[in-house]
């Protein structure tokens, strides 16, 4: 997931886990097993803690943007991984900032009273008494913090019990559902590389799920390489679907300006094209070497991004041109939100189910409400358990995004 985040780096080879021995799975389908979002309907937004900063959206704007109503599922964004152990990730927005009557969800002001639960935390409480099928769901790690979980994996019960604590300290337990992991990447690189094994990652999922249990949601993003010899052959993910709810296959950022001079190509191309610069570089090739492998088609979301990627210095229009570096954004070079775009650069243009757009010299990609549509129509004829997205604050103010998905 962002934080900032690319999906690069080769898979590399480690040692053995030295973690325990898996817990044995549950006998049914943990959580979700009843519940009416399972077959197919679930919509997962994650929310991110440092948004309330200068991008100014807060939980209020959830509600207010309508798209509370269509959400199943919030992953709220990140806790860290610290140590061994599952950490906050920021005090002060996730349980401190005092929101006015304005700006609180429910009209009402947070109170300085001893004890009182404030920030985010709050707000999504009073979001989910507005919404009581709503579920929130805190996520580990993310491409900034994954550097601890190679320690957290060496004790995978450790890890487990730290989590279960914090994400059900009893000053918001009533605010979480269960917990999400993004480890960018087991046994490959991101930020950093990790050598834990092929193995950790389903013994840490399956600690997990001792842990928390057959009530409470366990999820983890999962890299969406499907290249050969590449992230997804490095860990054993269909040993450890066992242990999850589901997986979010990130299904995006497949491309951008990390390779500055390009080509360029769109980053969240749902099949492959004539001239994609890499095999196994999109959601079609994901999410079918996953379910190759054993992975339940209802264990597996598809992944949209609410925001584009891009390059300037482009002469041509089609897909593939050479470029001089990232294109300008608001927040991160290379980086714009679909809120953004829709009117700074507009879509001319789609290629393998998604869209691009070139102005001036800029070329950018990202998905609009019409190629949504389309990778609705695919999640529903691969009988995939549902859709999520990163992140919320990149919609309209209205929700034209998520409004798109069903």
């Known amino acids: 997931m962002l934080a900032t985040t690319l999906f690069t780096g080769a898979a590399s080879a480690g040692p053995a886990s030295a973690a325990p021995a898996p817990a044995p799975a549950p006998a049914s389908t943990p959580a979700s097993a009843s519940d009416e979002t399972a077959a197919g309907h679930r919509v997962v937004g994650y929310f991110t803690n440092w948004g309330v900063y200068s991008r100014n959206y807060h939980v209020k704007n959830i509600e207010t943007s309508g798209s509370a109503a269509k959400l199943t599922h919030i992953n ?6 610290t140590g061994g152990k599952c950490a906050i990730g920021d005090s002060y927005a996730d349980y401190d900032k005092a929101y006015d009557a304005a700006g609180s969800v429910d009209g009402k002001a947070d109170t300085w009273d001893n004890g009182a639960l404030r920030g985010n935390f709050n707000q999504l409480r009073k979001l989910k008494k507005l919404h009581p ?12 913090w994954s550097g601890g979980f190679g320690e957290a994996a060496k004790n995978p019960a450790a890890f487990a019990e730290s989590c279960y604590k914090l994400v059900e300290d009893p000053r918001w337990a009533d605010v979480f559902d269960g917990i999400d992991i993004d480890w960018e990447y087991p046994n490959a690189c991101g930020l950093t590389c990790d050598t834990s094994g092929r193995t950790a990652f389903r013994d840490m999922m399956a600690a997990l799920r001792s842990k928390f249990g057959s009530k409470n949601l366990v999820t983890a993003a999962i890299t969406a390489d499907a290249s050969a010899g590449g992230k997804i052959d490095a860990v ?8 999850v709810d589901w997986y979010n296959p990130m299904t995006y950022d497949y491309f951008g300006a990390w390779d500055a001079k390009g080509p360029t190509a769109p980053h969240s191309p749902l099949t492959s094209y004539s001239g994609i610069p890499k095999a196994g570089y999109n959601s079609d090739a994901t999410i079918q070497k996953l379910k190759s492998l054993g992975v339940p088609s209802s264990k597996l979301l598809l992944g949209i ?20 570096g990232p294109a300008a954004g608001s927040t991160e070079k290379g980086f714009e939100d679909y809120r953004i775009l829709k009117s700074k650069c507009p879509a001319n243009g789609t290629v393998g189910g998604t869209a691009y757009a070139k102005c001036g010299s800029d070329w950018w990609s990202y998905d609009t409400p019409a190629t949504i549509a389309g990778k609705m129509a695919y999640k529903n004829q691969q009988g995939l358990g549902g859709t999520f997205f990163w992140e919320l604050g990149g919609d309209t103010a209205d929700g034209e995004l998520i409004k798109s998905i069903n």
């Open 76 to 81: 709220y964004a990140f806790g860290n991984v």
């Open 133 to 144: 099928d709503l579920k929130v769901v805190w996520s580990f790690g993310g491409w900034t």
């Open 236 to 243: 054993d993910y269909a040993g450890a679907a066992r242990y």
């Open 305 to 324: 991004g609410f925001y584009g990627r891009g390059w300037t210095g482009v002469t041509q229009s089609a897909p593939g041109g050479t470029a001089t």
